[in-house]
């Protein structure tokens, strides 16, 4: 799992091609590891089952432990000013003043980057787990949240 995991914000972000035989593996030692059976159980509810990310849920959940640590102050000093929220903009109480802006891409490849992508699955998240007071609380509630999810 620590080879599957080391840089996948960046290698895992891009085209479903590029990473899509590392999936494939991925599913056949959870088959192996879940006592899949053939038409009784499926992949999905043997990474269920072990408390497994997949490659893309490993993304999601390591760009957003990367956001939360640049939005409060706990990343090196480069990536802090990386993510803005809507509520910079104006003074106006929005339903989405907390949600982080979106910038703008030309090409398909420049969407896939985590200035852009971590936008994407930071408003995805519910506000409860946004909230969350430390590191370690975001980090669990992210970990269920996207367990539990199909």
Known sequence: MPYISYGCVIWAGGFYTNFKRVQVLQNKVIRLLGNYVHGENDTVNCYRKLMIFNVSQLHDYQLAIFVFQSIYGLSPEIFRQMFIRNSSYHSYETR????????????QRGSFGPKFAGPVVWNSLPMSIRLSENVSQFKSRL???LLSRK
Request: net charge negative; hydrophobic share 20%.
């Open 96 to 107: 989405n003043m907390d949600d982080l802006v979106y910038e703008c891409r030309s090409s």
């Open 143 to 145: 970990k269920n949240h």
